[in-house]
């Protein structure tokens, strides 16, 4: 494709840009920065282009690119460091201290009901629960696999019922 044909092409796809940027950035001044970037970038790399493919679709993907990255800057910018001697970057988590009371006392209920089974649900159930399959399960209780099938939706059943409240 010639030069001049390049240009009016890929300038005349640039009203088609305008509702993309828009949806991009969500503000008409940087929507327009971004049109104005992205026909600045396709108009410098016209090389780059191969002729028989869709130029709308590739002025839409450099648009892309160019709002992610512009993101990404945005965002490494807008990150705060401390100069203090134990160089912490300020929007870390890794402060956070976590509270896991919750969690265990959720974990002893359903440890407590699974105890709480009967033996004949409890390991179909616990040998399942550990990664055996159920042929396997079967194997190693000489059981049929429909018993250890209806044992283990048994258990469930029956935990079920147990840690509602959870």
Do not use: C
């Amino acid at each position: 494709m010639e030069e001049i044909d390049y240009t009016n092409t890929v300038t005349k796809y640039a009203y088609s840009l305008k509702p993309f940027a828009l949806s991009l950035t969500r503000d008409m001044e940087n929507a327009h920065d971004l049109i104005q970037e992205t026909l600045l970038r396709a108009l410098s790399s016209q090389e780059k282009f191969t002729e028989g493919t869709n130029l709308k679709a590739w002025l839409y993907t450099i648009m892309k690119n160019i709002f992610i990255n512009n993101y990404r800057r945005n965002k490494k910018r807008n990150t705060i460091i401390d100069t203090t001697e134990d160089m912490y970057v300020i929007n870390s988590n890794s402060t956070r201290v976590t509270n896991n009371g919750e969690s265990n006392l959720t974990m002893e209920s359903v440890t407590l009901a699974v105890n709480m089974l009967q033996a004949e649900f409890r390991v179909p159930f616990m040998m399942h629960y550990n990664g055996f399959k159920y042929h396997e399960i079967a194997d190693h209780l000489t059981l049929p696999i429909g018993t250890v099938k209806s044992r283990i939706h048994f258990a469930r059943k029956e935990l079920k019922k147990k840690l509602a409240r959870y």
